[in-house]
């Protein structure tokens, strides 16, 4: 019987651990007070456990390294997770977009169902105990933490990221790696607000767009489009297709973001649209007759940007400035400043080079009973359950493997 030692007591280590303390002996350090401090958090305190929708459609939520998550996901479904969840006494339900959630709206609920599953296989949990160093000597991995020196066969590193520091994701995880030759790719944030440097930022601050679309374009060319709700603040833009965007394009450079507030109208469609608003307010001055079309505060923003003056009336109005009408309504433009710190994101991005890693197993190529899983890794997927479920797949997986 081996000697395990799991880092992290996020849903990626207590899965790992629980997996691993059916063959081995398991120790799991957490740095924190209690486990699952970040899970608590999620889901504005309800736990967007994992979502309901086929495995197989998981990779078109996963926005880097899906293909290397295929082991991990198929080992262990999401079905699979609800199943093992279930034994364990946890009642969930399903909600708009196939999210899960407990039954209670309580995270407390999942992270107690997760003490109990540690609790029957009788993994050993360390609470305020911060690993502080991992030698890799002949005699297997030497950990440093609280001033005491403990030999272990094999280490499951699910530190987590860097995102919400304040939970205890504080990169230790690559750290570990790094001390131990491992490569780690760069750090970004994942599911974060957008800062714009628009001046009409003051003027929409509070007010929120429904169904509307996000497009990201570069040289003409759409490279990524979002379609939903969408929240102006003081900094710039954020709700779901926010969110959702920022994960593409945190990489990306020489891009331009452009919302379309109309989108299920085409440009023909919506210039017919404005036609029959003309018609109706052919005496009105342009800035009273886009009132049926337009949030009040976005008339003066887009007659600004179409260069149209506001108090032309509606029959002076020539079909050149009409166009440009149009295409500003479907193409506002948004100047694009950066992304809001990773503290405010809701996953890191980066992490473990998958290259360091075997993808049916996830230890390390290198370092032998060397295993990482959850967001610790080089992979991160979209709002919806589908983070959660990743960690729970990849600390299956390598809790098995062991």
């Not at 504080?170 to 790094?178: C, L, Q, V």
């Not at 108090?311 to 809001?340: A, C, D, Q, W, Y």
């Not at 990773?342 to 996953?347: K, S």
């Amino acid at each position: 019987m081996k000697k395990v030692a799991v880092i992290g007591g996020g849903p990626s280590g207590m899965m790992a651990a629980y997996c691993a303390a059916k063959n081995n002996d398991v120790t799991l350090f957490e740095k924190n007070e209690k486990l699952g401090k970040k899970l608590f958090i999620t889901g504005k305190g309800r736990c967007n456990l994992t979502n309901y929708r086929d495995i197989s459609e998981y990779f078109d939520e996963i926005v880097r390294n899906g293909k290397f998550l295929y082991s991990a996901l198929y080992s262990m479904s999401n079905y699979d997770t609800l199943e093992l969840f279930e034994k364990y006494g946890l009642k969930y339900k399903i909600e708009r977009g196939n999210r899960v959630f407990p039954n209670s709206d309580k995270s407390s609920d999942v992270i107690k169902t997760y003490e109990k599953m540690l609790k029957d296989v009788d993994v050993e949990i360390k609470l305020n105990t911060k690993v502080d160093s991992i030698l890799n000597s002949k005699i297997g991995f030497i950990l440093d933490y609280n001033n005491t020196r403990k030999n272990f066969d094999a280490v499951i590193i699910a530190t987590g990221g860097i995102s919400y520091a304040a939970t205890g994701s504080t990169g230790d995880g690559y750290k570990f790696a790094r001390d131990l030759g491992l490569k780690v790719e760069d750090l970004y944030p994942g599911l974060v607000p957008i800062e714009l440097k628009d001046d009409f930022l003051e003027e929409l601050q509070g007010i929120t767009l429904k169904n509307v679309t996000l497009k990201t374009v570069r040289n003409k060319k759409i490279l990524h489009e979002e379609f939903g709700d969408l929240l102006f603040a003081h900094f710039g833009i954020t709700g779901p297709i926010v969110l959702r965007t920022s994960s593409y394009i945190n990489r990306l450079e020489d891009f331009k973001l452009f919302l379309d507030l109309k989108p299920a109208l085409n440009f023909e469609k919506l210039e017919n649209r404005l036609l029959r608003d003309f018609e109706k307010n052919i005496n009105k001055e342009i800035k009273n007759s886009l009132i049926d079309l337009l949030p009040k505060k976005f008339i003066p923003i887009i007659l600004d940007i179409s260069k149209v003056k506001s108090n032309k009336f509606v029959n002076e109005i020539t079909k050149e400035e009409r166009h440009r009408l149009v295409n500003s309504i479907k193409n506002m433009p948004l100047t694009f400043k950066g992304l809001l710190n990773i503290n405010a994101a809701i996953v890191t991005s980066g992490g473990i080079s998958i290259r360091e890693l075997n993808p049916s197993t996830l230890e390390s190529k290198k370092v032998p009973n060397l295993y990482f899983c959850g967001e610790v890794l080089d992979v991160d997927a979209l709002t919806g359950g589908f983070n959660i479920q990743i960690a729970n797949s990849t600390g299956y997986l390598a809790g098995n493997s062991v």
